[in-house]
């Protein structure tokens, strides 16, 4: 990773914003390598780093997760 976020992000992802996943996604993220290193179709995915949220808040597990960048705030983008 090459980058971590200026403050506090949360990103709600829908299962067709990021890879290798099911269901929606609510992320915290720590951190964003911010040199798209997946293009697919001609669009660029961030692999991002963080930990999930569960639906009642409490923090779930560590994840990586290639994230299209469409749904990456603009704040985090390069």
Known sequence: MNADP???VVLHLTEAD???GTGPLTLRVHGINRDPALID???PW???R???LRADGSIGPARDVWVRAR???PSLQP
Do not use: I
């Open 6 to 8: 200026p403050q506090t």
């Open 18 to 20: 990021y890879r290798y």
């Open 41 to 43: 179709k001609g669009e």
């Open 46 to 48: 961030y692999h991002l």
């Open 50 to 52: 963080g930990v999930q």
């Open 71 to 73: 749904a990456v705030p």
